[in-house]
Nanobody, 127 residues
Framework: QAQLVESGGGLVQPGGSLTLSCAASGLTLDNYGVGWFRQAPGKEREFVAGTRRSSGYPKYADSVKGRFTISRDNAKNTAYLQMDSLQPEDTAVYYC????????????????????WGQGTQVTVSS
């Protein structure tokens, strides 16, 4: 059965860094587009970053552009989200998601376009 499992979350001070991992099993990651989403308490789930299948060209939310980097290692069936210059506003549960569809740019930000979801990992940015 296909699964995505996030890891790497934790507590960091403002300005610090974290790297999140999304390990895939039961599927070949090279055949999937990958999206990272986050959800803070009392707020809607929002798009953070994504890469389409095959090309892997990245798209970022304006709020994280220049600070976060999405990547993948297809040989390891693992996607990553490198987060630098973290701010308290980045505090949320972070989820990775996969889709077999080759999404147009405007669709990459929509959670309903993704077929598989991980369980989430908590990121807390606080002094």
């Amino acid at each position: 059965q296909a699964q995505l499992v996030e890891s790497g979350g934790g507590l960091v001070q403002p300005g610090g860094s974290l790297t999140l991992s999304c390990a895939a099993s039961g599927l070949t990651l090279d055949n999937y587009g990958v999206g990272w989403f986050r959800q803070a308490p009392g707020k809607e789930r929002e798009f953070v970053a994504g890469t389409r299948r095959s090309s892997g060209y990245p798209k970022y939310a304006d709020s994280v552009k220049g600070r976060f980097t999405i990547s993948r290692d297809n040989a390891k069936n693992t996607a990553y989200l490198q987060m630098d210059s973290l701010q308290p506003e980045d505090t949320a549960v972070y989820y990775c998601a996969g889709t077999t569809s080759y999404l147009i740019l405007s669709s990459m930000t929509r959670a309903d376009q993704y077929n598989y979801w991980g369980q989430g990992t908590q990121v807390t940015v606080s002094s």
